[in-house]
């Protein structure tokens, strides 16, 4: 009778789960199938997206790059994103299509760089070899962001308001496992071969599973919208600026996130390669790490989803950005594979509060009537901010070391924190909907 009583109510939480929980059963039937497809569009899309995020710096790095040319990469793509995320939001305000444009920038023509990326060694050879993946690898960051005014539209229209923090509880905890599964294989696969035919296999995968990610998107019910007749110049450095005096607490937002991310990616482009050159850890023990980060990440999400609904996400993201910065403190000390691992196990829990948290934080800032404009104008500062730190990161590793990088980091982390405290606010929701 009780293993009974388990089945059944294990059968109603696994059916649940695609949309939030309980909550998302109060909703209309064609609200739970966009969730549905977009939890499912997710699911592959963390398998597709940690395959590349763990290993695309290791595979250029097996095709003779070194360290210095993994942070120009890392600055390249931010730079280009930022370009690319500024013609995103004219393209998403003059065209209106909004489910369209995700889908063939990143779903289609992104995925398609991916496949190219693993011919890359059979179609050339010599020092030219790096100089081309690398232009691939930046393209391919470039066009998700070319979508990403886009894709926000789609899911402001697909989540409703009052279960984001459940929905993408339940969507995060899914990503974060498969994506676990996903590097654990690609890891295994890699360390299989001695060269760089491992990573092109692990790429192949990212590929197909990225295809079954743009499948599911593609089957969203979009309301769309019809075409905006603004001119560029509405969107300009200077519109952009008029517009953000009119949102303070979009601006602060704005402005913090700026600071963050610059710190962060100080030391972002390095920790993978650091891993691996310094010390001496097999492409499958970075991955089998870098899973422990998505082990206690699952712990806290569902959990964290709904504290965020309850008590707002501001508090839980400044919470997440004071113990964040530790990290790089103990990353100063390790030197064998369970010292990472017992950061991993701590950093995990933070960085999935924090970016469930600060989506969230980011998604209820922006006025609802223009998504793609002030989601475009705060990637632009996340992506900008991110490729000068890619480059301090690089000078720092290539004329001192890891180390330095680490006090460079951990300096602007703690800055961003005090920032956040003192400048940001709970939104309101009267003001998140004019």
């Known amino acids: 009778m009780r293993f009974r009583y388990f089945i059944h109510k294990t059968s109603i939480w696994l059916s649940d789960l695609p949309v939030g929980g309980s909550w998302g059963r109060t909703l209309s039937t064609s609200l739970q199938k966009n969730l549905r497809w977009f939890w499912f569009d997710g699911l592959f899309a963390s398998s597709y997206d940690n395959i590349i995020l763990?290993?695309?710096?290791?595979?250029?790095?097996?095709?003779?790059?070194?360290?210095?040319?993994?942070?120009?990469?890392?600055?390249?793509?931010?730079?280009?994103?930022?370009?690319?995320?500024?013609?995103?939001?004219?393209?998403?305000?003059?065209?209106?299509?909004?489910k369209e444009i995700s889908l063939f920038c990143g779903g289609i023509f992104g995925r398609l760089i991916v496949l190219l990326l693993v011919f890359v060694?059979?179609?050339?050879?010599?020092?030219?070899?790096?100089?081309?993946?690398i232009p691939l690898a930046v393209l391919r960051d470039g066009?998700?962001?070319?979508?990403?005014?886009?894709?926000?539209?789609?899911?402001?229209?697909?989540?409703?308001?009052?279960?984001?923090?459940?929905?993408?509880?339940?969507?995060?905890?899914?990503?974060?496992?498969?994506?676990?599964?996903?590097?654990?294989?690609?890891?295994?696969?890699?360390?299989?071969?001695?060269?760089?035919?491992?990573?092109?296999?692990?790429?192949?995968?990212?590929?197909?599973?990225?295809?079954?990610?743009?499948?599911?998107?593609?089957?969203?019910?979009?309301?769309?919208?019809?075409?905006?007749?603004?001119?560029i110049s509405s969107?300009?450095?200077?519109?952009?600026?008029?517009?953000?005096?009119?949102q303070p607490q979009f601006l602060a937002l704005v402005f913090t996130a700026g600071v963050w991310n610059f710190a962060i990616n100080i030391s972002a482009p390095f920790f993978n390669v650091h891993m691996v050159k310094d010390l001496g850890f097999?492409?499958?023990?970075?991955?089998?790490?870098?899973?422990?980060?998505?082990?206690?990440?699952?712990?806290?999400?569902?959990?964290?989803?709904?504290?965020?609904?309850?008590?707002?996400?501001?508090?839980?993201q400044l919470i997440t950005m004071w113990l964040i910065p530790s990290m790089p403190i103990a990353w100063m000390f390790a030197r064998s594979p369970w010292?990472?691992?017992?950061?991993?196990?701590?950093?995990?829990?933070?960085?999935?509060?924090?970016?469930?948290?600060?989506?969230?934080?980011?998604?209820?800032?922006?006025?609802?009537?223009?998504?793609?404009?002030?989601?475009?104008?705060?990637?632009?500062?996340?992506?900008?901010?991110?490729?000068?730190?890619?480059?301090l990161g690089s000078a720092l590793i290539d004329r001192w070391n890891f180390t330095i990088v680490m006090f460079g980091t951990l300096a602007g982390r703690i800055i961003a924190a005090i920032l956040f405290a003192v400048f940001v606010r709970e939104p309101q929701k009267s003001a998140v909907n004019p």
């Open 143 to 231: 066009l998700g962001n070319l979508g990403y005014p886009s894709w926000m539209s789609v899911v402001n229209e697909t989540v409703p308001i009052e279960g984001r923090g459940r929905f993408f509880g339940s969507r995060n905890f899914m990503m974060t496992f498969t994506g676990m599964i996903a590097v654990l294989i690609a890891g295994k696969v890699i360390t299989l071969f001695t060269d760089h035919t491992g990573y092109q296999i692990a790429l192949a995968i990212a590929f197909v599973v990225g295809l079954a990610s743009t499948f599911s998107f593609a089957h969203i019910k979009s309301q769309g919208r019809p075409r905006n007749p603004i001119r």
């Open 235 to 246: 969107i300009t450095p200077r519109a952009a600026f008029s517009l953000l005096k009119n």
């Open 339 to 391: 010292h990472v691992a017992l950061i991993n196990l701590f950093g995990g829990a933070m960085w999935a509060a924090y970016n469930l948290t600060s989506f969230n934080m980011m998604l209820n800032s922006i006025p609802q009537n223009q998504v793609p404009r002030y989601s475009a104008m705060y990637q632009i500062m996340v992506t900008l901010s991110m490729a000068f730190g890619a480059l």
């Open 121 to 133: 060694p059979i179609l050339f050879k010599g020092v030219n070899l790096v100089w081309i993946a």
């Open 54 to 98: 763990n290993f695309m710096s290791l595979y250029i790095l097996s095709l003779g790059a070194v360290e210095y040319q993994i942070g120009l990469m890392s600055s390249l793509s931010n730079f280009t994103s930022a370009i690319l995320l500024f013609v995103g939001a004219i393209m998403a305000e003059k065209i209106g299509k909004h």
């Open 282 to 316: 097999s492409a499958s023990t970075v991955g089998a790490i870098n899973v422990i980060t998505s082990l206690s990440g699952l712990v806290v999400l569902n959990r964290i989803g709904s504290l965020s609904d309850r008590l707002g996400p501001r508090k839980l």
